[in-house]
């Protein structure tokens, strides 16, 4: 797969993707084109898909219905082009900060400048000074840091995150998205983001997909046109009357969706 691809070419596009485990359907005729650079949220039920929709990506679960191109090449098994940052990064305890940011240019042979794009990352999540501490020394948000920092290390040009704040307390959380949004602007990749909570879900994305309860569809579309560049952090855009507003809409979406599932 090439590195880069022209800049017209959608990041990632499914075409009528659907989803069987055995007798479960999970998701039905997803049809999704999303552009380089661009920051969607998706949002929807437990259970509706949205991990096995950035699995299906990252090519670790395969499309029973369809397909999905990545950089316009069709996904046939695993896609190292892309960063997954989830709920539970498993860190590898008996390395250092360091030595687990290091671990993905191992595994990809990549050492060359991985000294030196390793101490580029830590400063860049703001973990210098705790480039020798071993995992069970960090806090959460310290170990989320960690997580994310092992992605950055090899620059994906997609960054796939499957609700990675969700066992933070919300006072990090909101750190972490003040920081996601320094990324996102920093880097110019494409952030897909999986979260239940429609707060972080305006916040962050450009764009935010409803999905509905299994078998998952997608039920609704809402761009968020706010400007999130001129906020000072994830605080200030909490307090915009256009947040709640794209709040309102998107609850009142995905609770039509509840009473017909009632
Ligand atoms: N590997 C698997 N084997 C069997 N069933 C699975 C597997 N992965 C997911 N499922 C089922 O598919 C549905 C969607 O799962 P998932 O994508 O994890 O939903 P979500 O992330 O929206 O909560 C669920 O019913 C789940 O139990
Ligand atoms: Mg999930």
């Given amino acids: 797969m090439p590195a880069t691809a022209a ?8 075409v009528n993707v659907g989803k069987s485990f055995g007798n479960v359907r999970a998701l039905n005729h997803i049809s999704l084109s999303i552009r380089q650079g661009e920051f ?13 929709l950035l699995s299906i990506v990252a090519g670790i679960v395969l499309a029973t219905d369809g397909y999905v191109r990545y950089m316009g090449n069709e996904v046939n ?3 190292q082009r892309v960063g997954f940052v989830t709920q539970k990064d498993l860190l590898l ?3 250092t900060v360091e030595d687990n940011i290091r671990f993905p240019l191992e595994v990809r042979g990549q050492q060359r400048d991985a000294d030196r794009r390793v101490a580029e990352v830590i400063e860049q999540v703001g973990l210098s000074g705790f480039e020798k501490k071993y995992i069970s020394q960090l806090s959460g948000g310290m170990r989320k840091r960690v997580g994310i920092a092992r992605t950055l290390v090899y620059k994906p040009d997609v960054y796939l995150m499957d609700e990675p704040f969700g066992s933070l307390d919300a ?3 909101t750190t972490m998205h003040t920081d996601v949004l320094r990324l996102w602007r920093d880097t110019g990749s494409t952030m897909v983001f999986v979260t239940h909570d429609l707060g972080e879900a305006v916040v962050l994305a450009e764009r935010v997909i409803v999905m509905s309860g299994r078998p998952g569809t997608i039920k609704a579309e809402v761009p968020i046109e706010m400007d999130k ?3 000072r952090d994830a605080v200030s855009i909490q307090t915009a009357p256009e947040f ?4 309102a809409k998107l609850w009142s979406l995905i609770k039509s969706d509840e009473e017909t599932h009632a």
Wanted: charge should be positive; hydrophobic fraction near 35%.
């Fill in 77 to 79: 098994g695993p896609n």
């Fill in 7 to 14: 800049v017209n070419v959608p990041a990632i596009e499914y």
């Fill in 93 to 95: 305890p008996w390395r």
């Fill in 171 to 173: 006072q990090l959380r």
């Fill in 244 to 247: 709640q507003h794209y709040l």
């Fill in 229 to 231: 560049s001129v906020f």
């Fill in 40 to 52: 969607v949220a998706i949002v929807g039920p437990s259970g509706c898909g949205k991990s096995t």
